[in-house]
């Protein structure tokens, strides 16, 4: 019998600035730029993977940070089978921003899976371990610290979100 195969569509929501292009950029093509570039609209990036037995198919839509654009990020949300929710541990402000990213993208989507990402793992944090997981618990999502520059746990993130989805109902 041939694999199972899967499309599945994952948004990547967060403030401006947190590490969602980078990271991206690093799971799909393996390579970071620390040159910041405002990404507009969405940028779709597709990444063929293994999860089990099933070829999977992940279309990653990164999603502009700027929160002035609620609207069209709501039309970006429809038919999502999961997110990734990303803050920046040096600047505390983006972890508090994340609950009205989750609000307007479950609203949208559903109680579809959600796993927070706390990036920039490598530089020095703002944010601690303990405050970090509380928050996570509090909105109902597992967290990974990732570093897009190091790669740390980038693979993880994205692999751990796919496995989710196909358990999802």
């Given at each position: 019998?041939?694999?199972?195969?899967?499309?599945?569509?994952?948004?990547?929501?967060?403030?401006?600035?947190?590490?969602?292009?980078?990271?991206?950029?690093?799971?799909?093509?393996?390579?970071?730029?620390?040159?910041?570039?405002?990404?507009?609209?969405?940028?779709?990036?597709?990444?063929?993977?293994?999860?089990?037995?099933?070829?999977?198919?992940?279309?990653?839509?990164?999603?502009?940070?700027?929160?002035?654009?609620?609207?069209?990020?709501?039309?970006?949300?429809?038919?999502?089978?999961?997110?990734?929710?990303?803050?920046?541990?040096?600047?505390?402000?983006?972890?508090?921003?994340?609950?009205?990213?989750?609000?307007?993208?479950?609203?949208?989507?559903?109680?579809?899976?959600?796993?927070?990402?706390?990036?920039?793992a490598d530089l020095d944090r703002k944010i601690d371990a303990e405050r970090l997981?509380?928050?996570?618990?509090?909105?109902?999502?597992?967290?990974?610290?990732?570093?897009?520059?190091?790669?740390?746990?980038?693979?993880?993130?994205?692999?751990n979100l796919g496995g989710r989805l196909l358990e999802a109902p």
């Amino acid at each position: 019998m041939p694999p199972k195969r899967y499309i599945l569509k994952i948004c990547l929501l967060g403030d401006g600035a947190v590490g969602k292009t980078s990271l991206v950029r690093r799971y799909v093509f393996d390579v970071f730029n620390d040159k910041y570039l405002t990404s507009f609209g969405t940028k779709v990036s597709k990444k063929s993977v293994e999860i089990g037995d099933a070829k999977v198919d992940l279309m990653i839509w990164d999603i502009l940070g700027q929160k002035t654009y609620e609207t069209l990020h709501q039309a970006y949300y429809r038919g999502a089978a999961g997110a990734l929710v990303v803050c920046d541990l040096t600047r505390p402000e983006t972890m508090e921003s994340l609950v009205g990213w989750l609000v307007s993208f479950r609203q949208v989507a559903g109680g579809v899976p959600v796993l927070l990402l706390a990036n920039k793992a490598d530089l020095d944090r703002k944010i601690d371990a303990e405050r970090l997981e509380e928050f996570g618990r509090s909105q109902g999502c597992d967290l990974l610290e990732t570093s897009a520059k190091t790669g740390q746990n980038v693979e993880e993130a994205f692999l751990n979100l796919g496995g989710r989805l196909l358990e999802a109902p």
